[in-house]
């Protein structure tokens, strides 16, 4: 039983509680840590290759972030690749994919043009794909099973050269085992629950755990959708209810594709939408997901959770409310219904054949299959007092030496991000010092204000696309000159077209 006292104890050994540990150890003047970790390794829950996606999120694939949005997401998720690549991990743990976004039909396609035109002076590497390119690039998203071309539009902007994919519980590990480089007290404590953090009577905290006690000055938790527990059982964040949103895959038995394939994302919903992916840990074979259904544990596979569950979620007439609000939305209604179906045997993979040949029109039924012991839960947070579902991460900042996190998608692309706003509170706390100036040469590329220009070859091929698009309105219109014009035909952006 350990009766001394640690500067600072992590809760949770996932990529949030190990990037956390380690820019403490490498940036700060903090000499002891300790890191509490409920099972037998680091990593083993949501931050595991097979539970998510594997994707680093920079922003410029997910169409439902905005430019300030991805202007963050782009400086975090580089600090993932600079660690990565500083420290020679190249295709063990960091992984470079062709990547794009995927637009199918006149709306989505000049949804993504424009979306280039406003997000390629930060991502100054995207490229735009038309269909001629995109059967060299991608054939199975332009060719059905008999060999013929879809008659859609489609349109990819995507990169070929950047680092795209990532194995969460290997970096983990890596930042283990940097720390130990280190000049720092450092310790883990795995197959260690902790049940309850109490203040001290002396200073500090006292971290209870099934194996002891254990003290420090600041407790940082990063125990996914038992921060909020622990939270609770603490008295912070009784307005804040847990949301479990449980993630399923389906694996291809071979590569279908070459790389990353994101379809363009509805902003109401918090997931990603369905994406197709080579997976780092099947061959590249193609993992399609991820789905999205609200199920009654706090943890994946394991049914334990299942009180644990209620506790968090505090179910009350403010949460009968934000669920009924959300239900409201036909959108996020049809949304869950779909993807509660997804999970249903022999149904499912109608259904989800029905939704992946969006992407790969040519997808046969003996292709893929539910990929079992695949996947992973998002700790979704309801905010009770606006009574409505937050869209991203979520932490309780106490004004103690107390930190809740809890970090639904994509908190593993963000972790050192996180890691690094959280360092800054608790060397405040501690006073203690933060290296910044280390940390931003190491892990940033510095600002990204000043821009660089449009690249105008590229802007030319967009412009081409639409100079096709407007080609085949105008072949319509002579076609049915004499009928009737096509509802759908009015609803599109002409205004637009050049
Ligand atoms: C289907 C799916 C797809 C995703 N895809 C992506 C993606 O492509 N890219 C991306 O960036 N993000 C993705 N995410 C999100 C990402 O997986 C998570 O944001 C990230 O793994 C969270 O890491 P974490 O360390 O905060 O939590 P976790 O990985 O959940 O780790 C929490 C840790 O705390 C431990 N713990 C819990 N309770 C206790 C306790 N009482 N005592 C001690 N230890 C405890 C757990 O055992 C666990 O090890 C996806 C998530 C899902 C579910």
């Given amino acids: 039983m350990a009766t001394k006292n640690f500067e600072v104890i992590i809760v949770g050994g996932g990529i949030s509680g190990c990037a956390l540990a380690y820019t403490i150890a490498r940036y700060t003047d903090i000499k002891s840590i300790a890191l ?8 083993t829950l949501n931050s595991k290759g097979t539970s998510n996606s594997q994707t680093i999120h920079a922003g410029d694939m997910e169409t439902n972030y905005t430019l300030e949005k991805a202007h963050t997401t782009k400086r975090t998720s580089k600090m993932i690749e600079r660690y990565c690549l500083g420290h020679g991990l190249q295709n063990d743990v960091i992984y470079s994919h062709q990547k794009m976004a995927f637009g199918v039909g006149e709306k989505e396609v000049e949804f993504l043009l424009h979306r280039y035109e406003e997000f390629n002076q930060l991502f100054p590497y995207l490229e735009v794909w038309d269909k001629e390119k995109l059967k060299e690039l991608e054939p199975r998203l332009v060719y059905d099973q008999n060999g013929n071309e879809r008659p859609e539009e489609i349109v990819g902007v995507g990169t070929r050269d950047q680092w795209t994919t990532v194995d969460f519980q290997k970096l983990s590990k890596s930042f283990i085992k940097e720390i130990e480089k280190e000049d720092v007290e450092f310790e883990i404590f795995l197959n260690n629950e902790v049940k309850d953090i109490e203040k001290s009577g002396k200073r500090g905290y006292v971290v209870k755990t099934l194996r002891g006690n254990f003290y420090a000055d600041f407790v940082a938790t990063d125990a996914g959708a038992h921060s909020l527990f622990l ?10 209810g847990c949301l479990p949103v449980a993630g ?10 070459n790389g990353k394939v994101y379809m363009i994302q509805n ?23 991820p789905t999205a259904l609200v199920m009654p544990y706090l943890e994946r596979f394991k049914p334990g959770t299942y009180m644990d569950f209620w506790k968090t979620l505090r179910f009350d007439t403010d949460i009968v409310k934000a669920l009924w609000k959300l239900l409201k939305e036909s959108d996020i209604r049809n949304y869950l219904m779909t993807n509660f179906l997804y999970e ?9 054949l029905r939704a992946a040949k969006k992407i790969v029109p040519g997808l046969k039924m003996d292709e893929f299959e539910y990929a079992d012991g695949f996947g992973g839960v998002r700790p979704q947070v309801l905010n009770k007092d606006e009574q409505k579902l937050m869209l991203g991460e979520a932490s309780i900042f106490t004004g103690e030496g107390l930190i809740f996190n809890m970090t639904p998608s994509p908190g593993a692309t963000s972790c050192l991000g996180n890691a690094e706003r959280d360092v800054k ?8 010092n933060f290296d910044q100036e280390h940390f931003n040469d190491e892990l940033t590329e510095g600002e990204y204000c000043v821009l660089p220009a449009p690249l105008e070859s590229q802007k030319a091929v967009v412009n081409l696309i639409r100079a096709e698009i407007a080609r085949t309105h105008e072949k319509y219109m002579q ?10 035909f009015w609803n599109a952006p002409h205004s637009k077209l050049k």
Avoid: C, W
């Avoid at 997931?271 to 399609?288: M, S, V, Y």
């Avoid at 509170?425 to 203690?432: A, F, H, R, T």
């Fill in 36 to 43: 509490i970790e409920k099972y037998e390794d680091v990593s």
């Fill in 231 to 240: 939270a609770h059982r603490m008295g912070f964040g009784h307005n804040l």
């Fill in 248 to 257: 399923s895959f389906y694996m291809t038995n071979q590569k279908i594709l």
């Fill in 267 to 289: 902003p109401k919903l918090p997931f990603a939408a369905l994406h197709g992916d080579p997976d780092i840990l099947a061959d590249g074979n193609t993992r399609f997901g």
């Fill in 344 to 352: 249903v045997p022999v149904l499912n993979k109608y259904l989800f």
């Fill in 425 to 432: 509170y608790i060397v405040k706390y501690l006073g203690k």
């Fill in 479 to 488: 076609d049915t000159i004499h009928n009737a014009p096509d509802e759908e």
